[in-house]
């Protein structure tokens, strides 16, 4: 295969993470892969059991790393009492989907696992994270019940792997309409950089051109697997997202709506932001998560 089109340009800097005093670094929670690791961050004081936030970096599927800058505006959880937990999970350059599904659940199930030791509550858990990694935090939340979408070799499989509440920034859902809405917006990819090309980040997460393989497409969608007894969402997309396109969570919000009703769905259309816009950064905005977080996590 040829270098894919779509290889990130630039290394994205670090979070910064000297001021938080009790953190551990890289501890695995499965071992099938050195990519199987993840971060924790304690609140300064107190010995909890804490609700556990789970920061899913982006980075199309390729790149990004758990402490990288993405995981700033989940830091400010740590102000609200959660505890925070950073995750790596293979790359689509070392495993194919659904490789990262499973890395994913496997670190909640040994989050659950090791809840006594690491002061964990193993009943308040929430996924957040924006593009590749919104598009992860919107599988956690509909997929708890897809055996085929859990690898309990990885380990604790006595742990469930659902989780209590979603938070998702400009993830994708429907890769194969992805070009189609972003012309209906005026945002007409270039041939180069086309979602339904080879080289395209679906494409290479799949394993083959996503037009050639509409079924695994349906498989890999988060609305595939949306049942009624999924935890509450809150998404938020960017109107002038040129990658992509809000539509892909308008009509994720829409299907849930459907499913498990409005009660339990927020989506916010942002006006004029980009993808990883800073409007999603703001203290006010980043408010706004924890508020619905503590509504959820905190009754």
Known sequence: MSEPHYALPFEIPPAKTDHIKRKMFDLAYADSSP?????????????????????????????????????????????????????????????????????????????????????????????????????????????????????LSLGNPEQPSHVQAVVDWFGPTDFLKMDEQLTESGFAPPE??????????????????????????????PETYIRSIAPPFFIQHGTHDDIVPHQQSVNMAARLVDVIGADKVTLELLPTARHADLAFETPQNVKKVLDFLDSILRP
């Not at 959660?82 to 689509?92: A, F, K, P």
């Open 35 to 151: 990519t199987q690791k993840l971060d924790v961050y304690w609140p300064e004081e107190g010995d909890g059991p804490f609700p556990v936030i789970i920061s899913i970096h982006g980075g199309a599927f390729m790149g990004g790393d758990k402490r990288d800058i993405q995981l700033t505006p989940m830091l400010e959880c740590l102000k609200h009492d959660y505890v925070l937990v950073g995750v790596n999970y293979r790359m689509s350059n070392e495993a194919k989907f659904p490789a990262l599904i499973h890395d994913v659940k496997a670190a909640i199930r040994w989050i659950r696992a090791n809840a006594k030791n690491y002061l964990f509550d193993p009943q308040r858990i929430a996924t957040w994270g924006g593009s590749a990694g919104g598009y992860l935090s919107l599988m956690m939340g509909v997929s708890a019940w897809a055996t085929e979408l859990e690898d």
């Open 192 to 221: 180069e950089f086309l979602h339904n090309s080879a080289n395209s980040p679906e494409s290479l997460l799949l394993g083959a051109q996503i037009t050639k393989i509409p079924e695994l497409v349906h498989n890999a969608n």
